[in-house]
């Protein structure tokens, strides 16, 4: 059995793919994760994903490579993480208040070859207030997310409704990810 490996240091994806019962490796991809100039968001986390997939797959030849990318976007634009800027995480906030976004999650498995694809999820935020998105900063829960929130944490009590893969929105799609897996060779718990 080829050996199986997660390209990610997220504990988000871990714990996804965890839950499915796979035995597998954690090897991050140290990748510059620059968008490129006129880069479509969709291209963009796909990208990422299948760089990260090979990158990880040179340095462990003969393994089974799953990697992805998630990036938050609004009109168009990227929403990344802010990190430990207070103010860009409120900001990220304001800017997805009472709209709807789309989550994307590019992801890759490379087996030889690269195998990729973008799963795209429609987010709803309802109305915030001030007191609100000031509290929810104040958690730090939403510091290393894209568009400086956590779906499966507080921020929950901020979306009123989620049309697409709710695994998605946390980091990694399972339904597209086992499919990649399985197309791969990967053995899964419940067989082929």
């Given at each position: 059995?080829?050996p199986?490996?997660?390209?990610?240091?997220?504990p988000?994806?871990?714990e996804?793919?965890?839950q499915?019962?796979?035995?597998?490796e954690?090897?991050?991809?140290?990748?510059?994760?620059?968008?490129l100039?006129?880069?479509?968001?969709a291209?963009?986390?796909?990208?990422?994903?299948?760089a990260k997939?090979?990158?990880?797959?040179?340095?462990?030849?003969?393994?089974?490579?799953?990697?992805?990318?998630?990036s938050?976007?609004?009109?168009?634009?990227?929403?990344?993480?802010?990190?430990?800027?207070?103010?860009?995480?409120a900001?990220?906030?304001?800017?997805?208040?009472?709209?709807t976004?789309?989550?994307?999650?590019g992801?890759?498995v490379?087996a030889?070859?690269?195998?990729?694809?973008?799963?795209?999820?429609?987010?709803?935020?309802?109305?915030l207030?001030?007191?609100?998105?000031?509290?929810?900063?104040?958690?730090?829960?939403?510091?290393?997310?894209?568009?400086g929130?956590?779906?499966?944490?507080?921020?929950?009590?901020?979306?009123?409704?989620?049309n697409?893969?709710?695994?998605?929105?946390?980091?990694?799609?399972?339904?597209?990810?086992v499919?990649?897996?399985?197309?791969?060779?990967?053995?899964?718990p419940?067989?082929?």
């Open positions: 059995m080829k199986f490996i997660l390209a990610s240091g997220s988000r994806r871990r996804l793919l965890g499915l019962g796979l035995e597998f954690v090897i991050s991809a140290d990748l510059d994760e620059a968008v100039p006129d880069e479509k968001p291209s963009y986390v796909e990208r990422l994903a299948r997939a090979a990158a990880v797959q040179r340095e462990r030849s003969g393994a089974v490579v799953l990697a992805a990318d998630t938050v976007v609004i009109d168009g634009a990227i929403l990344g993480k802010p990190g430990d800027d207070v103010l860009a995480g900001a990220m906030l304001r800017r997805l208040a009472g709209q976004h789309q989550v994307l999650t992801v890759a490379a030889g070859r690269v195998e990729s694809l973008v799963v795209s999820t429609d987010v709803v935020f309802r109305a207030s001030d007191e609100e998105i000031d509290w929810y900063v104040a958690t730090g829960e939403g510091r290393d997310k894209a568009g929130y956590a779906v499966q944490g507080r921020a929950g009590a901020f979306i009123s409704e989620l697409g893969s709710a695994t998605s929105v946390i980091g990694l799609p399972l339904a597209e990810s499919e990649l897996l399985r197309r791969a060779g990967v053995t899964l419940w067989g082929r």
